[in-house]
């Protein structure tokens, strides 16, 4: 599968590894980031025998930006069931920061589509200083780069001066623009645009969302990040009573590329637990 055609005919890259038959797993990205930050967890859970099904959110990677600014909650369900249906529902869904959001929102109005949810690093409430730090973050490369060192630095300003051992993993975030410099491969519309509704009533919503959601549900939280903290960990306990919290250790919120092999590993043995809990309930 190269692409799905989307909400509105816009068209959606996807990435699919993995036996076509293996149970799906829909790998959902971050803001501001792309499908190819799911490259080494989907190989690896291909090889346990899982679908492994990432799209570009609409206004990211290769994907299509909406052209009348459309990226409401609305239009982001819309996409992803038109994903879901290709692939076959139900589909185990894994969302890392706002892919984590959309997943809880698909959950919830769609739970027939939705076999299990694993929330990376995120909450309804999240950590407001954090969160504050990551849209301070994007808003800072907006006038783009003049190499790719310029934008690894970048990086590394956020991570309190930590720089990716391997800056060739940036280039599949970024695009060349038309004046030559480097910019991030997203539509700033998209997360930076004050009139999404959806932005600034995130807790209340994304709250709402969480109490109606019924799937089996994990919340892996990195150690050391800095948008779930304590409290927003025990709100989450309170709106899905049934969900399971972990701590990735040494994690930071880009929790998906820091710690690849910790990170599959949790996926991997939670869905393996519940298919074969799942298994079990159906043959007796």
């Known amino acids: 599968m190269e692409s799905v055609t989307g909400f509105g005919g816009l068209r959606l890259a996807v990435s699919d590894v993995g036996p076509l038959d293996g149970p799906a797993v829909l790998l959902l990205h971050g803001g501001a980031q792309t499908k190819a930050s799911w490259d080494e967890v989907a190989q690896r859970l291909a090889r346990r025998g899982w679908r492994a099904v990432a799209p570009d959110l609409r206004g990211h990677g290769e994907s299509d930006w909406a052209p009348d600014g459309d990226y409401s909650l609305h239009a982001l369900r819309h996409d992803l069931m038109s994903v879901v249906r290709r692939v076959g529902a139900p589909v185990h869904v894994v969302g890392a920061s706002l892919g984590g959001l959309l997943g809880l929102s698909l959950a919830a109005k769609r739970g027939d589509a939705v076999a299990s949810l694993t929330l990376i690093d995120v909450v309804p409430r999240n950590n407001r200083s954090g969160q504050r730090r990551i849209i301070d973050f994007l808003r800072s490369g907006l006038a783009g780069f003049d190499s790719l060192e310029a934008a690894a630095d970048s990086v590394a300003a956020y991570h309190g001066g930590r720089r990716p051992p391997d800056t060739s993993g940036l280039v599949k975030n970024l695009r060349t623009d038309e004046d030559g410099r480097l910019r991030w491969h997203w539509d700033p519309d998209f997360l930076l645009e004050v009139r999404h509704g959806w932005v600034h009533r ?22 050391r990040s800095d948008v779930v903290d304590d409290a927003g960990a025990e709100s989450f306990r309170e709106l899905i009573p049934h969900a399971t919290i972990s701590l990735v ?27 074969t809990k799942q298994g079990a309930i159906a043959d007796s």
């Open 202 to 223: 995130r807790a209340h919503h994304f709250s709402n969302a969480a109490r109606s959601v019924t799937a089996p549900t994990q919340l892996l939280i990195a150690e």
């Open 249 to 275: 250790p040494e994690a930071e919120h880009m929790i998906s590329g820091d710690e690849q092999s910790r990170f599959t590993r949790a996926i991997h043995e939670f869905l393996t637990a519940l298919t």
